[in-house]
């Protein structure tokens, strides 16, 4: 019986035997200023006067004692000595008030019932059987001494059967309160994991969720939303000065809900997000629920689409071009060795000569994407094949241009095919000394390797001190056909951007501090590409 829990339990549980505490120092004050009247005269004529006095103090002064000491039971034992000594004492009272007539036979019925409420089973219909025998017991001993007692034999069994009435009912009633109230912590439970699930959905989505009110003051804003956005945090914030360009979409959208809003850069160096609104009505507040869909992986596939039909188109015409292009760049030639050509002739010739050669650069680049050989990685000492890259573009690099290399010590290694990883570091560091040669002297690289403090991913960076990339150019340095030189193709850094994508690598741009240009490429780590 004592490890037993209570029928009720938690808050509830607590409430009601406060409510029990209260009752029984309701009933003693009642009793205690009954005694200190005139009122209780014409009663205690009839029963053992000083002991009802006595009783009624007694009864008082124990009930405020277990008030105050028992206030959170944790034991059954706990609550039903608490009942048992209540119907003891309320019994003893019922005697000495003289039997039924006094109606404290009616206090015995509702302090069965309360101990009932938290008591379960057959411990709380022990309490009633007490009770019971209590009221026919003393009735009978009444009896004895006072032969008018007789008569009460009725009524002290209409009280007996009342208290089990009662104790059947309230522990019925209880029952079906438990159920419900089991059903409702289930559901709030349940409740409670949906929300956290939804919480944990809406955090891990990639599409950014942010909901703003018609103050633009942000109520809610996913992971996803601040990484999009390139902010850390959002939530109780006014996004104007955050996101201008998002609010000037919001208000087009506003005045006209059925265009698409274009698309936005939030980040210099961050993705394409296409925003999308839907106005939200809570009572009389209007919220607005903002969609943020990172479009750079669908603008890149669809571009790649574009170029695999370029390629495509260009592969079956490219005999149709070459030829007459090889025709053309051949005449030329012949031109320039004729003794009866001009100087202003021979300059015609050799521009024919020049665009030849880039005509047919262009053709060669559009066809190396179109038949572009998936990546064979292999184990590379980063360190070992990067001086031997050195060597090899030192030996055949014009007067004028200088390579430098900076490693870290220890082994660095890598996955990734060395037939592109030399196509993708030769072109970046022809560019660079080509720029670097610009604003120099003499044309510098600086090739710099190490490992990333947070990452621990290999990280080649490739420097010059040219005069860098403008701000305006940096969105399009990546495109293909891009380019700022007459003589450019525009295809170098996409197709290395391509290759090192293609062996789970990747090239960013970094402006260099104090001018310049960095590269940098960081490689995926050796164990994790397959």
């Known amino acids: 019986m004592s490890v037993e829990p209570l029928a009720l339990s938690g808050e509830q549980g607590r409430r009601v035997l406060r409510l029990y505490h209260l009752y029984r120092l309701s009933i003693g004050l009642l009793l205690v200023v009954l005694i200190s009247s005139d009122m209780d005269s014409e009663l205690l004529t009839l029963a053992h006067t000083e002991l009802f006095r006595k009783g009624s103090w007694f009864y008082l002064v124990l009930n405020i004692l277990i008030a105050v000491t028992v206030q959170r039971p944790r034991r059954l034992a706990q609550i039903f000595s608490l009942a048992l000594v209540d119907v003891i004492l309320l019994s003893a009272l ?10 404290i036979g009616n206090l015995l019925i509702v302090a069965v019932a309360i101990a009932n409420i938290l008591l379960r089973g ?21 009896s004895l001494s006072r032969p008018a007692a007789s008569a009460q034999y009725v009524q002290a069994g209409a009280l007996g059967a009342l208290c089990f009435a009662a104790a059947l009912l309230v522990q019925g009633l209880t ?29 891990r989505m990639r599409t950014g969720i942010l909901v703003l009110d018609e103050q633009h003051r ?10 999009l956005l390139g902010c850390e945090a959002l939530a109780g914030k006014i996004l104007d000065p955050h996101c201008p360009e998002l609010i000037k979409r919001l208000q087009h959208w506003l005045d006209n809900p059925t265009l698409r809003p274009p698309s936005l850069q939030p980040k210099s160096d961050g993705p394409v997000v296409q925003p999308s609104f839907i106005s939200l009505h809570r009572a009389d507040q209007r919220h607005f629920l903002v ?6 992986q669908v603008a890149q ?9 370029l390629g495509r188109l260009t592969a079956g015409i490219a005999h149709e071009i070459r030829n007459p292009l090889g025709a053309i760049s051949h005449a030329a030639q012949l031109l320039q060795e ?28 559009v066809l190396q994407l179109s038949r572009r050989r998936q990546a064979e990685p292999q184990l590379l000492d980063l360190k070992y094949w990067l001086h031997r890259f050195a060597s090899e573009f030192r030996s055949s690099a014009p007067a004028g241009q200088t390579l430098h290399i900076e490693t870290q010590a220890g082994t660095v ?7 592109q990883l030399t196509q993708v570091l030769t072109n970046l560091v022809q560019n660079g000394l080509r720029y670097s040669a610009k604003k120099n002297p003499q044309g510098q690289v600086w090739l710099k390797l190490f490992r990333d403090a947070t990452s621990d991913l290999p990280v080649l960076e490739v420097l010059d001190d040219g005069p860098g990339v403008p701000a305006e150019q940096l969105h399009h340095i990546f495109e293909p056909f891009y380019t700022t030189e007459n003589k450019g193709t525009g295809l170098g850094l996409y197709i290395s951007r391509e290759l090192c994508e293609s062996n789970q690598a990747r090239l960013d741009y970094k402006p260099r501090e104090g001018g310049g240009s960095c590269f940098r490429l960081t490689f995926a780590h050796p164990r994790k590409l397959s």
């Open 291 to 296: 969609f943020l869909d990172d479009i750079s």
């Open 175 to 203: 029952r079906r309160l438990q159920v419900s109230e089991s059903l409702a912590e289930q559901r709030a439970a349940d409740v409670a994991n949906l929300e956290a699930l939804n919480a944990l959905i809406l955090q």
């Open 218 to 227: 942000v109520q809610l804003a996913n992971q996803g939303a601040l990484h």
């Open 338 to 365: 004729s003794e009866d050509l001009h100087g202003p002739d021979r300059r015609l010739a050799q521009i024919i000569q020049d665009h030849s050669r880039r005509m047919n650069l262009v053709i060669e680049n």
């Open 413 to 419: 290694q890598t996955r990734m095919d060395p037939h």
């Open 301 to 309: 596939q669809a571009q790649q689409l574009k170029l695999a039909s």
């Open 122 to 142: 057959r411990i709380g219909l022990l309490i009633a059987a007490v009770a019971a025998m209590a009221l026919i017991y003393l009735t009978f001993y009444l």
């Open 94 to 103: 019922f005697y000495a008030a003289g039997g039924t007539p006094s109606g």
